[in-house]
């Protein structure tokens, strides 16, 4: 049986987001939950051995896409 109820996802906190078949993290705010994506403000690029690189604007990430997302703050 499928669960037919999700929790909502935590908004207005720090987050780090590994998406699936990719080697960076996104970290950031996660700012809202719309429909089937997170809103995220004030992202970072994260890869391994480089420095992070500041995402501009607004980051919207297809929820299906989410491998794994760490709570930071």
Same mark, same amino acid.
């Given at each position: 049986?499928? @669960?037919?109820? %999700?929790?909502? *996802?935590? !908004? &207005?906190?720090? /987050?780090?987001?590994?998406?699936? $078949? ?8 996660? @700012?809202?939950? %719309?429909?089937? *994506?997170? !809103? &995220?403000?004030? /992202?970072?690029?994260?890869?391994? $051995? ?24």
């Amino acid at each position: 049986m499928i @669960w037919p109820f %999700r929790a909502p *996802y935590p !908004v &207005l906190r720090q /987050a780090s987001i590994s998406l699936k $078949g990719s080697e960076v993290l996104i970290e950031g705010t996660v @700012w809202a939950q %719309r429909g089937g *994506y997170l !809103v &995220l403000k004030r /992202a970072r690029l994260l890869k391994r $051995g480089e420095n992070p690189v500041p995402m501009d604007g607004e980051v919207v990430i297809p929820i299906a896409n989410i491998e794994f997302m760490q709570l930071v703050g």
